[in-house]
């Protein structure tokens, strides 16, 4: 079956680093997706990984182990903005989005 | 670029009631449109996937009569809830792609509450 994992809940202390790991299975994979949500609101997209390693984009970095079927999303210098839920989700072979339930993390100053 | 609107963003209505959600790409041609539903503290449900021109393509456990998506343009897409019921109070979000593109482009959603 596909599943998508990744932790329920993190806290982390304002201007610190969290890493938000996702493990996957699904049938086919054509990619990796992180998006950010804020309480009431829709995902807004982080990042895209479809090839093995680190992508870089400011203070945002995703990882991607196709072989371990291992993806993370590192978080630097933290804000208390990016209080949120982190949602992993992989694309499948119809280029269908599986998501994860979503990681809550909770900047604390 | 990229904008995908959603209308209402917000919607009250009596139980047994209709009620028809908007999604529209406002700078792109959208070849495909989904459609999801969020419960609190739940992740993103895919109920349907949408080609434009063609019937929708509908998830398991995801009433086709109930919840009646047209997607008549490459611009517009619309879900319809009907005879609602306070158990299809949600946050429905729509997401819009172009073929070549792998990324989904969302909608800022629509919270449906059924009194």
């Known amino acids: 079956g596909q599943n998508i994992d990744q932790p329920t809940e993190m806290t982390a202390t304002e201007g610190a680093i969290v890493q938000i790991n996702c493990t996957y299975q699904?049938?086919?994979?054509?990619?990796l997706f992180w998006y950010q949500q804020h309480a009431g609101e829709a995902p807004t997209f982080l990042s895209y990984?479809?090839l093995d390693g680190l992508e870089e984009k400011g203070r945002f970095s995703s990882f991607l182990s196709r072989s371990k079927g291992y993806s993370y999303l590192l978080l630097k210098e933290l804000q208390m903005k990016d209080s949120a839920s982190y949602l992993c989700?992989?694309?499948?072979?119809?280029?269908?989005?599986?998501w994860g339930a979503g990681t809550k993390l909770i900047i604390k100053p | 670029g990229a904008v995908v609107s959603q209308h209402p963003s917000w919607v009250i209505c009596k139980s047994g009631t209709s009620v028809k959600i908007e999604c529209r790409s406002l700078?792109?041609?959208?070849?495909?449109m989904f459609w999801y539903r969020q419960f609190p503290k739940q992740s993103l449900m895919l109920m349907a996937t949408?080609?434009?021109?063609?019937?929708?393509?509908?998830e398991q456990g995801v009433e086709k009569d109930k919840f009646l998506i047209n997607h008549a343009s490459l611009t517009l897409s619309t879900l319809t809830v009907t005879s609602a019921h306070p158990e299809d109070s949600s946050f429905y979000i729509c997401?819009?792609?172009?073929?070549?593109?792998?990324?989904?482009?969302f909608g800022p959603g629509t919270r449906l509450t059924v009194t």
């Open positions: 989700a992989s694309m499948d072979s119809n280029y269908q989005l599986i």
């Open positions: 699904t049938s086919g994979f054509n990619g």
């Open positions: 997401s819009a792609k172009v073929l070549s593109d792998t990324e989904q482009y």
């Open positions: 949408s080609n434009e021109g063609s019937k929708a393509t509908y």
């Open positions: 990984n479809v």
């Open positions: 700078d792109f041609q959208a070849t495909t």
